[in-house]
């Protein structure tokens, strides 16, 4: 178990809905970072937070937005879903953005249908 | 920017055979670089890091040695069990600006018994 906690971890979806991943960092991580895992495209870099600000983003379509709360914990919207955006989204959480690891949730499997 | 590029897939092996997944990297700076493992249904787990030139990492019989020279970080392993069947996956954190992390495609290894 690395910590870090992500819900749901099954969602489906009709295309053109919206929805909102959930991540809870472990203890004491101030970085949380998003990334989505697709079969042709392996692991895109979405976004980082450090400590509720936006720190980096990567590929991410407008369609998609995030946020990191006071608590820590973070949320990535999902909105006017497409059938490409069926995939695997993972939340990691670093001490700092300097930290060297991450520590990986187990992922939420999006099927938009 | 900062990239990985693992060897290709899918890797299949019998059990108590070598195994070498090869990574070299494009980046800045003095990255940090990692190997993370997903096994079926999970979230990645960092398997071990290399910080600078020259360091060895290591876990579970697995090693990969940070080599700037060749820009490379090659996984080996002297003898793999069918426990070892999951997706390896290689990462650098760069040095420098948001300092993400970045990974490779991914490598399916699949041992037989």
């Known amino acids: 178990d690395s910590g870090v906690t992500q819900t749901p971890k099954h969602l489906i979806t009709a295309t053109g809905q919206r929805v909102t991943l959930r991540c809870s960092p472990r203890?004491?991580?101030?970085?949380v970072y998003w990334y989505q895992q697709s079969l042709d495209q392996g692991l895109q870099f979405l976004i980082q937070?450090?400590?509720?600000?936006?720190?980096a983003k990567g590929n991410i379509l407008e369609r998609f937005s995030a946020q990191q709360f006071p608590d820590l914990h973070s949320e990535l919207n999902l909105s006017s879903l497409e059938l490409g955006d069926s995939a695997l989204y993972f939340c990691?959480?670093?001490?700092?953005?300097?930290?060297?690891?991450?520590?990986f949730g187990q992922g939420t499997r999006l099927t938009v249908v | 920017g900062d990239s990985v590029t693992q060897m290709e897939g899918p890797v299949t092996l019998s059990e108590e055979a070598f195994l070498t997944i090869n990574c070299t990297y494009t980046?800045?700076?003095?990255?940090?670089l990692f190997w993370y493992v997903q096994y079926p249904g999970e979230g990645l787990q960092l398997l071990l890091k290399?910080?600078?030139?020259?360091d060895k990492g290591s876990n579970k019989g697995f090693e990969a040695t940070y080599r700037k020279e060749t820009t490379s970080f090659h996984l080996e392993k002297g003898s793999v069990q069918v426990s070892d069947s999951a997706v390896y996956f290689c990462?650098?954190?760069?040095?420098?600006?948001?300092?993400?992390?970045?990974f490779g495609q991914g490598t399916r290894l699949t041992i037989n018994p």
């Open positions: 980046a800045t700076g003095y990255p940090s």
């Open positions: 990462a650098l954190r760069g040095s420098q600006g948001a300092q993400k992390l970045v």
């Open positions: 990691a959480s670093s001490q700092t953005p300097k930290n060297t690891e991450a520590f």
């Open positions: 290399a910080t600078k030139a020259d």
């Open positions: 937070y450090y400590n509720g600000e936006e720190r």
């Open positions: 203890s004491g991580d101030l970085s």
